[in-house]
């Protein structure tokens, strides 16, 4: 994982994920750590990028530390964080090298984060400091896009997004091996102000890769976990061979 791989479309980041319905998400997220007798208290997202999941999990009642690898990610969470009245902590750190000298009963790490890291040993290693992280009884609830979802549905697709905020080109390229190299191109006007007549190109390519479910099961329990429960992403039914996002709950 590249920090360098998100500064530039850091500023503009919450343009392209503006279809995420951040608060469902972190109404599911509460409802299924309460299911596990998991109430509001310290939790670390890993992974966090803008906080605008934070954001609302702090709403909650939750106390947030936000962890990225992306300078420029943080500080975009943390003005987020001053406008919306909350306080988040904010650590620039490597997920794989998490060290928080604490212990925790909730750790999230969503929108595919553990897809962003560059291998398989690097997710197995992110795991076991996860593990290492959590106090007795607690949960490492993340998502990750699938196999199905790399192949089929980002594959070697290109994708457009345009609105008066700007506009965004998405070029996917498929690498083998359940690997995708995705392209943005994105168009912001001077000062993110719409109706500007100068307009700044920014451009970023990062890879993902997509890792069948069973080996992250087994992974999760080399690690220490006991029990994992599988959901197709935000919906409570369990995982479909078309599902393009799983949520693990391990515990």
Not at 39 to 45: A, H, I, M, N
Not at 58 to 66: I, L, P, S, Y
Not at 156 to 179: E, M, T
Request: proline fraction near 3%.
């Amino acid at each position: 994982m590249r920090a360098e791989g998100y500064s530039a479309i850091a500023p503009s980041y919450d343009f392209f994920t503006e279809n995420v319905n951040y608060r469902a998400y972190a109404d599911r997220l509460c409802f299924l750590a309460g299911s596990l007798g998991i109430r509001p208290g310290s939790l670390v997202d890993l992974g966090c990028g803008t906080a605008s999941l934070g954001i609302e999990l702090a709403k909650r009642g939750f106390d947030v530390t936000g962890v990225d690898i992306s300078c420029d990610m943080l500080a975009v969470a943390e003005k987020k964080s001053l406008d919306a009245g909350v306080r988040l902590r904010l650590i620039n750190q490597d997920m794989t090298e998490l060290s928080l000298g604490r212990r925790y009963r909730l750790i999230i790490s969503t929108l595919d984060g553990l897809n962003h890291l560059d291998n398989f040993s690097a997710v197995r290693t992110t795991l076991k400091r996860v593990r290492e992280h959590l106090s007795h009884g607690g949960a490492f609830i993340f998502d990750v896009n699938t196999v199905y979802k790399h192949k089929t549905v980002l594959g070697n697709s290109c994708f457009i997004f345009d609105s008066d905020r700007g506009y965004l080109g998405w070029q996917n390229d498929y690498l083998g091996k359940n690997r995708v190299r995705i392209t943005l191109d994105l168009f912001v006007p001077e000062g993110n102000s719409p109706g500007a007549s100068v307009w700044k190109r920014r451009s970023e390519s990062f890879v993902e890769t997509a890792y069948p479910v069973k080996k992250l099961l087994r992974a999760l329990r080399d690690s220490g976990f006991k029990r994992v429960l599988l959901y197709d992403w935000l919906e409570k039914r369990p995982p479909r061979a078309e599902s393009e996002k799983v949520l693990f709950v391990a515990v």
